[in-house]
């Protein structure tokens, strides 16, 4: 079965430039997770989707960071503009129900120079 | 607010030495704590799931177990292909006003060296 799919896998961008990242999740799962990774802070969640439906946006750091869920099988998370701060390794899980185990993509690293 | 804290945050072993990674969590009530392996480059690969005190879960050489106020996880023999770094998450209670997010703790690197 295909896992989570994150493009692109790695990003290097100016300063001010705006990036999209993406995410197709695990068929069938109906909860989409955002993360990001730093050295520092660790694995943190950014916003979960429900159905389609985002639930919890309380650790999108900025005004600047926005997310989309339109289908079942597309979400993307979005920075506008971009800041060198903003490097890190963003992932994206999905999840049949909540409770269940969430399955991981491999990641886009980001770097904002 | 639920925080998680692994120890040790590296840990060095030599080819079948045994030994134990640690978890430390609070939570205002667990709805399941999560082990997940991570390689170099790669997303987090789900392991188990632990749900109460007392309960142990065991996949090849590890074994995870877990109390009201730690979980470990355990590696027999380990081979220099057990290496990665191990992170430890939680759930917490929805009925205690928790969600669906997982809170993560930094993580363990652990090395095996043949």
């Known amino acids: 079965d295909a896992g989570v799919i994150q493009s692109p896998r790695h990003e290097v961008t100016e300063m001010g430039q705006e990036v999209t990242l993406r995410c197709k999740p695990i068929?069938?799962?109906?909860?989409l997770f955002w993360y990001r990774q730093t050295m520092m802070r660790g694995l943190e969640l950014l916003i979960y989707f429900n159905n389609n439906v985002p639930i919890d946006d309380s650790g999108m750091p900025e005004d600047r960071f926005s997310a989309k869920m339109p289908n079942a099988s597309f979400s993307t998370l979005k920075i506008q503009p971009s800041e060198p701060r903003d490097s890190a390794v963003y992932f994206c899980a999905s999840s049949f129900m909540g409770s269940q185990p969430q399955h991981f993509g491999d990641g886009t690293r980001l770097s904002i120079l | 607010e639920d925080q998680v804290t692994q120890s040790p945050e590296a840990l060095r072993l030599q080819e079948g030495e045994s030994s134990s990674l640690n978890c430390s969590y609070t939570v205002s009530g667990l709805r399941g704590l999560f082990w997940y392996r991570q390689d170099p480059g790669k997303g987090p690969e789900f392991l188990f799931t632990?749900?109460?005190a007392g309960e142990e879960k065991e996949k090849e050489r590890l074994k995870a177990t877990l109390t009201k106020k730690e979980s470990f996880l355990h590696i027999t023999a380990p081979k220099p292909e057990d290496s990665a770094t191990y992170l430890c998450?939680?759930?917490?209670?929805?009925?205690?006003?928790?969600?669906?997010?997982?809170?993560f703790g930094k993580g363990t690197k652990l090395t095996v060296n043949p």
């Open positions: 632990l749900y109460s």
């Open positions: 998450a939680v759930q917490a209670d929805q009925v205690q006003g928790g969600s669906e997010k997982l809170v």
């Open positions: 068929s069938g799962h109906d909860y």
